[in-house]
T-cell receptor, first 113, second 114 residues
Framework: EPEVTQTPSHQVTQMGQEVILRCVPI?????FYWYRQILGQKVEFLVS????????KSEIFDDQFSVERPDGSNFTLKIRSTKLEDSAMYFC???????????FGQGTRLTVV | GQNIDQPTEMTATEGAIVQINCTYQ??????LFWYQQHAGEAPTFLSY????GLEEKGRFSSFLSRSKGYSYLLLKELQMKDSASYLC???????????????FGGGTRVLVKP
């Protein structure tokens, strides 16, 4: 069964460092998303991406965040200068054209120290 | 904006039935989803309602009333493996190219006891 894959599963980084979280969405999916979940809190929308551009972003997704689809398979989330409060589980999701369900990856646990 | 409320925690006995309620206020509505999430894992899709009424899928059923801004997830014949968080999420309208983000409630942690 096709699945969304994310790497790494866990990343520890020092405050102020840049991190790149990687995702390989399900092939032939067209809509891509990043969500995050701070420990013990709800899943929060960060950004949606379609046709090589951001279609919607939340207040969380400020200038420190960026997304890219560098090739036909990867979808990345970059945080330029990490803060302690960026520590969370980051989920990538993708959805096919005309489909209802968004499929989530297993997540990357980001710990900023 | 979106506001989604669901109970924080519920406890039930193996073999029993549990109903998890969700109420929402949204500026745009394009469907309501229920996801299951085990601790430390990704949400997995359970059900989707966009029209009023009941959708049944094996041991899980989901109901929607758009006029009341209300949904419930019904879990029947509970098994120990059903212990997890259940997330209610509303898909909005808007954004370019119908990006249709999901807005999640805080989740209901269900504990199934023997």
């Amino acid at each position: 069964e096709p699945e969304v894959t994310q790497t790494p599963s866990h990343q520890v980084t020092q405050m102020g460092q840049e991190v790149i979280l990687r995702c390989v969405p399900i092939s032939n999916h067209l809509y891509f998303y990043w969500y995050r979940q701070i420990l013990g809190q709800k899943v929060e929308f960060l950004v949606s991406f379609y046709n090589n551009e951001i279609s919607e972003k939340s207040e969380i997704f400020d200038d420190q965040f960026s997304v890219e689809r560098p090739d036909g398979s990867n979808f990345t989330l970059k945080i330029r200068s990490t803060k302690l409060e960026d520590s969370a589980m980051y989920f990538c999701a993708s959805r096919g054209q005309g489909e209802v369900e968004a499929f989530f990856g297993q997540g990357t646990r980001l710990t900023v120290v | 904006g979106q506001n989604i409320d669901q109970p924080t925690e519920m406890t039930a006995t193996e073999g029993a039935i549990v109903q998890i309620n969700c109420t929402y206020q949204t500026s745009g509505f394009n469907g309501l989803f229920w996801y299951q999430q085990h601790a430390g894992e990704a949400p997995t899709f359970l059900s989707y309602n966009v029209l009023d009424g009941l959708e049944e899928k094996g041991r899980f059923s989901s109901f929607l009333s758009r006029s009341k801004g209300y949904s419930y997830l019904l879990l029947k014949e509970l098994q120990m493996k059903d212990s997890a968080s259940y997330l209610c999420a509303v898909r909005g309208r808007g954004g370019k190219a119908a990006g249709n983000k999901l807005t999640f409630g805080g989740g209901t942690r269900v504990l199934v006891k023997p």
